[in-house]
């Protein structure tokens, strides 16, 4: 017997031809997911390198206006929108805090404002490092199953064409598609969780990544004794 994808999909039953295009677009969906992802952490990591180095370098010199300019052009870095959220409330502070009259704020605490502004912005951030994620773990965790699903429906129609004294020939395209739904389950499934995996991994990273810069920013105002 032959075996030729498009003959067995001619003699599938309606079910296992559903199952088979809801795969289909799990298919999709995931590689949508991956490239967009790709795509995303590749120029937020470039950004990443080249906007830390122009920090360092702004931040040595005490040129704050520098590095939030420097922050602004890098704004597919989640590191940047971080420290720019940092350094916009830092000077927000420091103009606070040189009002007098009805607009003295008092006491203010420029680090308190200061660390409160990056963690809004870093779970933002990790949040949208994370879009996607969900809905590709999922297909490959689903993925098997309605592959499974359609195997088992391929069994019963082959096993109801034996009852009907079917041959080799009528039986044999049954449970070939029985054996490629699993196939095609596993073929969507097993990428898609090797790039959440990935994925995951390089948002882990990305998320240190913002932690270690935002502490060195911390320190930075720290040692500008201006708090």
């Excluded at 470039?46 to 360092?56: E, F, G, M």
């Excluded at 309605?146 to 009528?170: H, P, R």
Aim: aromatic share 8%; net charge neutral.
């Amino acid at each position: 017997m032959e075996f030729n994808l498009e003959k067995i999909w001619h003699t599938m039953s309606i079910p296992v031809k559903g199952t088979a295009i809801f795969m289909v677009l799990l298919s999709i969906y995931s590689i949508y997911v991956i490239v967009e992802r790709f795509l995303t952490f590749s120029a937020a990591s470039k950004q990443s390198i080249s906007y830390v180095l122009a920090l360092r370098e702004h931040l040595a010199k005490r040129r704050v206006d520098d590095a939030l300019k420097a922050a602004q052009l890098h704004s597919k870095s989640p590191v940047a929108k971080v420290v720019e959220a940092g350094l916009k409330a830092l000077k927000q502070g420091r103009e606070a805090l040189q009002n007098e009259g009805p607009e003295d704020v008092g006491h203010f605490d420029i680090i308190d404002s200061v660390n409160r502004a990056i963690d809004r912005v870093k779970e933002r951030e990790t949040s949208n490092l994370r879009k996607g994620l969900g809905g590709l773990g999922s297909t490959a965790t689903v993925t098997p199953f309605v592959g499974l699903f359609g195997t088992v429906l391929g069994i019963i129609n082959a096993f109801g064409l034996l009852k009907n004294g079917g041959s080799i020939d009528t039986v044999g395209p049954a449970i070939a598609e029985a054996l490629v739904s699993t196939a095609f389950g596993l073929l969507i499934a097993i990428p898609a969780a090797m790039f959440f995996n990935y994925f995951t991994t390089r948002v882990e990273h990305i998320v240190v990544d913002m932690n270690d810069v935002a502490s060195e920013f911390i320190d930075f105002v720290l040692k500008e004794g201006r708090a």
